[in-house]
């Protein structure tokens, strides 16, 4: 943070993880990394890309935000520009992306399964009312 000002940067990277073609993207802010992975199906093409950014980026789920050191340096511009080259046609996603989206899964995972136990623990009780129910229809008359 310079002068009380947040910085924020967004990366998306597509790539062929078969059978489909798969985006992530990746927010960086406040030195802090979030995740959410997208799968297009068929190869997109860049108008395709750029028309989903604008309409459906509001709506994506990030993964829960992972610490991120960042290095202060000085900046060459033609190493830069050898950086972005090298990032363009680089495949795959960096391992703190990974590790976002591994922390997304599992969150989902929990969630999925308190849901379940939950829903779970409701059918024993009302099958349970049900046997209690009919235990006193039979003794009713008797």
């Known amino acids: 943070m310079d002068n009380g000002r947040n910085k924020v940067a967004a990366n ?4 062929f993880e078969n059978p489909f073609w798969v985006g992530v993207f990746e927010r960086m802010e406040d030195e802090k990394l979030s995740v ?3 799968t297009f199906g068929a190869e997109p093409k860049e108008y395709e890309i750029w028309k989903f950014v604008l309409e459906n980026y509001h709506r994506l789920k990030f993964s829960p935000a992972v610490d991120m050191i960042l290095k202060k340096k000085s900046v060459n511009p ?5 950086e972005a080259r ?3 046609m680089q495949n795959g996603v960096g391992t703190k992306a990974w590790r976002a ?5 599992e969150e989902n995972k929990l969630e999925r ?7 779970r623990d409701a059918k024993k009780q009302r099958i349970f009312e049900l046997k209690q129910q009919k235990r006193k229809e039979k003794h009713r008359g008797r």
Request: one cysteine or more; aromatic letters at 4%.
């Open 86 to 88: 090298k990032q363009t």
């Open 12 to 15: 998306l990277t597509v790539f």
């Open 113 to 119: 399964k308190n849901i379940s136990k939950e829903q």
């Open 78 to 82: 033609k190493r830069l520009q050898k």
């Open 101 to 105: 989206l591994k922390l997304q899964r």
């Open 36 to 38: 959410c992975k997208v």
